[in-house]
């Protein structure tokens, strides 16, 4: 089965720095894009970043210029650099991958997957 395991959110101060990994696994035949949304309590999910196969990167506006979304393609690993962070950055932080995938003998073409989630929070 497709798994996506992130690392552990944590706890920063305001203006701050974080760095959060999530590591995709199971018979994958492609990755066309990976990255992170988050939510935070009470709003709806919304975009972090997301990288593509071709390397081109988009950020949602309220992180653009201090967030920084990565990848590992050796790995199939996408990593977010956070940084200048700001309480409103709390949310919970979910890594999304859109791959091309094997499950249950079937194959899945351009389906997204998540992982479970991983917090971060950032005190004023």
């Known amino acids: 089965q497709v798994q996506l395991v992130e690392s552990a959110g944590g706890l920063a101060q305001a203006g701050g720095s974080l760095r959060i990994s999530c590591a995709v696994s199971?018979?994958?035949?492609?990755?066309?894009?990976m990255g992170w949304y988050r939510q935070a309590p009470g709003k709806q999910r919304e975009l972090v970043g997301i990288?593509?196969?071709?390397?081109?990167?988009n950020y949602g506006d309220s992180v653009k210029g201090r967030f920084t979304v990565s990848r590992d393609k050796a790995k199939n690993t996408v990593h977010l650099e956070m940084n200048s962070l700001k309480p409103e950055d709390t949310a919970m932080y979910y890594c999304?991958?859109?791959?091309?995938?094997?499950?249950?003998?079937?194959?899945?073409?351009?389906?997204?997957?998540w992982g479970q989630g991983t917090q971060v929070t950032v005190s004023s």
């Open positions: 999304n991958a859109n791959l091309d995938a094997l499950e249950d003998s079937w194959f899945h073409r351009n389906a997204d997957y």
């Open positions: 199971g018979s994958i035949f492609g990755v066309n894009a």
């Open positions: 990288i593509s196969s071709d390397g081109s990167t």
